[in-house]
């Protein structure tokens, strides 16, 4: 996987028809996602609980591209070698998930798979900077977690800094939550890479009728690349 910061469409399965994960995660590929984002919600960490490792196995199958695992949930220690066998790419863990981030993130990459480090729209950067060295994704939480379909949180300023903390580090701006055509360009051009979407993506659409996931796909990516054209 060679590092690139094109603008990556990442729809999160969140907002799928949870009895038919391998199918929806072909489809949105099949209609233009770049990498598929998986939310794994505990009711713990986040007021809300989806699925764990035992899913991430059975769908991996179904993806041809890359799997974005995150997590929001806690601890996360003892289930890294669970997702990383599942086949994650990245394993993202949140920095307000426990008092060793650190240690968490060495163990995302000791499974051999890329270490993400995710933080809430409360959180400062703060936390990252120690930590750059030891990550390949910061992803910039635009809403609190645990729901789809909630409204974007403006993270604009967060977004500036980050990137210029990054510098030339090959390190992903990940962005999720409340992304859609309008949120998009925002986010792109304070120097997000990757750009989640839930309800934007599987709006109007399902598995006998994938167009309009792709239709959804183009209008975000066009969005934000027609926002980066402007700022150059
Ligand atoms: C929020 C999740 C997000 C979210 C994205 O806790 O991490 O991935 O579901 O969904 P939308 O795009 O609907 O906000
Ligand atoms: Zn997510």
Known sequence: MNFSRAIKIAPSILAADFANFGAECRAIED???????????????????????????????????VMDVHLMIAPVDPYIEGFAK?????????????????????????SGAKAGLAINPGTGLDGVENLLDLIDL?????????????????????????????????????IDGGITPETAPLMARAGADVLVAGSAVFKGGSVDNPAPYGANIRAIRTAAEAALGAAI
């Open 138 to 174: 910061v992803c910039v939480m635009t809403v609190n977690p645990g729901f789809g379909g909630q409204k974007f949180i403006d993270m604009s300023d967060k977004v500036r800094r980050l990137r210029a903390l990054i510098g030339a580090r090959p390190i992903h701006i990940e």
């Open 31 to 65: 209609q233009g996602a770049d990498w598929v984002h998986v939310d794994v919600m505990d009711g713990h960490f986040v007021p809300n609980i989806t699925f764990g490792p035992a899913t991430c196995a059975a769908i991996r199958p179904h993806i041809r591209g």
């Open 86 to 110: 599942a086949g994650a790419d990245f394993i993202t863990a949140h920095v307000e998930a426990g008092p060793h981030i650190h240690r968490t993130l060495q163990a995302i990459r000791a």
